[in-house]
Nanobody, 125 residues
Framework: QVQLVESGGGLAQAGDSLRLSCAAS????????VGWFRQAPGNERERVAA?????????YYGDSVKGRFTISRDNAKNVVDLQMNSLKPEDTAVYYC?????????????????WGQGTQVTVSS
């Protein structure tokens, strides 16, 4: 069972930057693809970014965050980060990181089976 802990959320103003981190309990995080998801009240959960297992050669970004968010991983530290720039009020949500089963590129949302508790991001205008 992989345990994930998110950190780095908080309050920001429009145009600001925040960096979220997802730390894993596993001794090695590299076999797991990792995605960042968000959910705002009344909205469906949305996958905003993902990075493939291993060295993270493959990445995915949702249309709403392309060009503003960057996902990266540091397998030596067992963390996956989400750098969020040019924040907008519509980025306000609870952000979750999730990991796939080993050696799976999480193309589908249901391939992410291990979830963190989430961290709140609030962006004011």
């Amino acid at each position: 069972q992989v345990q994930l802990v998110e950190s780095g959320g908080g309050l920001a103003q429009a145009g600001d930057s925040l960096r979220l981190s997802c730390a894993a309990s596993e001794r090695t995080f590299s076999p797991y693809s990792v995605g960042w998801f968000r959910q705002a009240p009344g909205n469906e959960r949305e996958r905003v970014a993902a990075i493939s297992w291993g060295s993270g050669l493959r990445t995915y970004y949702g249309d709403s965050v392309k060009g503003r968010f960057t996902i990266s991983r540091d397998n030596a530290k067992n963390v996956v980060d989400l750098q969020m720039n040019s924040l907008k009020p519509e980025d306000t949500a609870v952000y979750y990181c999730a990991a796939s089963r080993p050696w799976v590129w999480g193309v589908k949302d249901d391939e992410y089976v291990y979830w963190g508790q989430g961290t709140q991001v609030t962006v004011s205008s």
